[in-house]
């Protein structure tokens, strides 16, 4: 471990590397992140959203995983027993496709391997490639219990999904059917709604008349995609619909094909959109699926899998579907049937991993029937079982949850969980279509054999033999379950389920859910169906959407894009610490936060907004030798210095204390302070303490980040670190000292979750007698305010003193009087309660506001009237001109002041002359109308008396 020390001396300047690989080593050796069952402890967990097998860390995860860690490491300090489980997911379609593309470049496919050899090939990708972003995540100082890191394909998890699988199957929730699904006609599989991206691509919107088959008129439907109008088996109207209400029933006939479609009456048609009549397609278009299930009408399927035109195509059968829209709309026109083409921009279903048109295709699948499950999850957000934060979301989750649609399992990929389904060949061999095959076991076409017809068998493992047959000859289904039907079961998967331990008993229910808005569908959905199904307990209680990543154009921050940025690169310019506390000072609950990076080449001097997409090459010469840079990271990185430079003050001031003075307690001094700095700032710390564990309880991270940074930066190194300098030299010294230390560590406890490594390079330097007893800051206990040490008047004071030294730097400035000249000074107190004030504090405005007097009156008789003067709360302040330049600045500047509050006057009256603001604003915002009136006016006036007093 490393040792504790006392009094140990800091480095001129703070390097975060050293100290950030330092510390992490040292909790890591230590053991601070493994969570211990059976400790009595109240507990805290968190199980991580699991990144992709294949990922590398971008912005957006520095951001999810740094809320989750703040939480963690704040909840450890306050004496919880904290989990922070990590690990990845396998996924399927992303890890499949990184290992086909290299396999590609040696000039081979995975069915030259075949799936044996191929998933062999995968595994060893992910033990070489799989747990970078796990690596990357300790670059960022994530506390997460390393010791039981799972990956959604380990054998404990894979008993957990098939478990997950056949007990729905058995309780009759999983069946095998057809329905419309989204289908990538490049990568060959079924895709899941998170695996589409939404590009905006320039299209056309064609109006094609339908005739009535009695030839008298016709119906005009509109469609971006004109080749499905092959598979047409309907038109559909809304019932409310007047202008159709008498074709209902009708028939039309469909262009090109002549085929005779009824006009049905549905509540999906909207008769404010386009004509009102809708085209159906139900094996081409979710919506028109569920239309043709209402009203009976058939599914016929124009496009295949390989997005090739069926033989249900007619003339266009064998042909490209982009090629078939572009000889149908030609066609259409020589028809007359094409009433007219608009060109639009319009959003494109497309695959996120290879970027090919998405096809919906009515296609035979696995699927959960979702509505039965889906009413239990419904009711636990409803009861504020589990709450959203923003709340706002559970409004999204709701209404999804409440409409929902049966959910499609089945993946036609290699790498993933197999369906634990198995069929007999014997006993359905009458329904299989077999491959033409010169082995001596017949292999199943799959694509041409209806698998719904099978007698099937779902079990936890293969059967040796049929029980229906006691025949040896099984085959399992070839598709593998969809990503998000194992990450359902992460929350409890992770902690050994379907048996019943000591983890999954102490820490589950998790106690926060930390994610993005994109996938509360994909994700937060149906892990809570799955907790409540197999647990019959929620699988967290809080539900924390964080913000969404962009870069400065407002664009999404992802790698492919482009748009990405490494985090990395800024840790290496600037630090974790700094990095994560910028992050977090700007996470509000908006849920856009844009984080503007460039890239400097060092190559060609190069200032990139964004580098070559999967590359990260400069735009311009195309060298990967770049530097990224943050100017809110750089701030971030000055705080840290700013923090780092008031530690070494303070160490430096310890250092004339007396041996003496070290035995005596905290209590003792606590009860002599009454210096008002000393009571100001340790009541300032009070209510920062309190205002950040408040804000820490309500996910509002960004701003305890800010109550922080204003304490920190503001409060105690702009103003009570100034102010007790001069003290720290006269008898008062110890007192001083012990305020300066005390606070400084209470604060250090405070920052701890934001910013650790630097937190606890500070905190093993100060003396162990003004620490916890704690071996680590990370372990020590998380600051409470003490509402005794509130002390409202100390406040009151010291805000007055800060105007008023405030006012008079302003003054300075305003005259041009150089930093180094001391001046005189006079106040002209309020009443004689503020005079007191004001000559209790002399001594702190002379030294900070660096004059050679500070005269405190009740009344103008005696003072140069020849002066810059400002107005505060306290009363008047005046510093003498020294000639007529001076005169004739402050002659101007109270001319420009006087033309502002004239304008701002003649505002205010405009208003109250307006009856109609007088009678319909609410009577309070009516009276600050008036008093701004007076305070104007009074202003005006003081303003011509000082004017007319400067000659």
Known sequence: MYPPCDMAELEKAYDPRGVEEKWYRHWMDAGYFHARTGSGKPTFSITIPPPNVTGSLHLGHALCYTLQDVLTRWKRMQGFETLCLPGTDHAGIATQNAVERELAREGLSRHDLGREKFLERVWAWKEKYGGTILEQFKRMGYSFDWERTRFTLDEGYHKAVVEHFVRLYDDGHIYRGERVINWCPRCATAISDIEIEYEEQDGQLFQIDYPFEDGNGHVTVATTRPETMLGDTGVAVNPSDKRYTNVVGKNVILPVMGRRIPIVADEYADPEFGTGAVKVTPAHDPNDFEIGRRQNLPAITVIGTDAVMTENAGKYAGKDRYEARAELVEELKALGALRSVETLRHSVNTCARCHTVIEPLLLEQWFVSMPPLAKPAADVVREEKVKFFPARFSKLYLEWMDNIRDWCISRQ????????????????????????????????????????????????????????????????????????????????????????????????????????????????????????????????????????VQNQEGQRMSKSLGTGVDPLELI??????????????????????????????????????????????????????????????????????????????????????????????????????????????????????????????????????????????????????ELVKTRLKGEDADTARFVLVSVLEKTLRLLHPMMPHLTEEIWQALPLDVRPDASSIMIAAFPESDSSLLDESAETEMAALQEIITRIRNLRAEGNIPPGKRVNLTLV???????????????????????????????????????????????????????????EKETLRLEKERETLRSDLDKAQAKLNNPTFVDKAPAEVVEKQRRNIEEFTARIAEIDERLRLLG
């Open 829 to 887: 107190a309020q009443n004689a309660e503020c005079a007191e004030l004001a000559r209790r504090n002399a001594e702190a405005a002379i030294s900070l506001a660096r004059l050679q007097s500070f005269d405190v009156v009740l009344s103008e008789q005696n003072t140069d009237q020849k002066a810059l003067s400002a107005q505060v709360a306290a009363g008047a302040l005046f510093m003498p001109l020294g000639d007529a330049a001076d005169i």
């Open 572 to 721: 290496d310019q600037y630090g974790a610490d700094a990095l994560r506390f910028s992050m977090i000072e700007q996470t509000g609950k908006s849920q856009d936060m844009r984080f503007p990076v460039t890239f400097e080449c060092n190559n060609c001097g190069t200032v990139n907004q964004s580098l070559t997409p999967y590359k990260g090459e400069c735009r311009k010469c195309g060298s990967t030798d770049v530097t990224a840079h943050s100017s809110r990271v750089e701030q971030s990185r000055n705080f840290a210095n700013k923090i780092w430079n008031a530690a070494r003050f303070v160490l430096m001031n310890l250092k004339a204390e007396g041996e003496a003075e070290k035995d005596q307690g905290s209590e003792a001094r606590e009860r002599r302070l009454e210096a008002l700095e000393d009571r100001w700032i340790v009541s300032r710390l009070n209510r920062t303490i309190e205002a950040v564990n408040g804000y820490l309880s309500s996910y509002d991270l960004d701003m305890a980040a800010r109550a922080l940074h204003e304490f920190i930066w503001s409060e105690y190194c702009d103003w009570y670190l």
């Open 413 to 548: 990929l290699w790498w993933g969980h197999r369906i634990p389904a198995y069929y007999c060949l014997d006993c359905n061999s009458d329904k299989i279509t077999f491959k033409t095959s010169t082995g001596s076991e017949p292999e199943i076409d799959w694509g041409k054999t209806k698998v719904s017809d099978l007698d099937v068998i779902v079990a936890r493992e293969k059967p040796e033999t049929c029980p229906m047959c006691s025949g040896s000859r099984v085959v399992q289904d070839p598709d593998v379950l969809d990503t998000w039907f194992s990450s359902a079961l992460w929350t409890f998967a992770t902690m050994g389920w379907p048996e019943k331990t000591p983890l999954l008993k102490e820490f589950h229910p998790t106690s926060v859910l930390t994610t993005g808005r994109d996938i509360i569908y994909l994700w937060v959905a149906r892990m809570i169906v799955s907790s409540l199904y197999f647990l019959d307990e929620i699988p967290f209680h809080d539900v924390y959407i964080y913000a969404t």
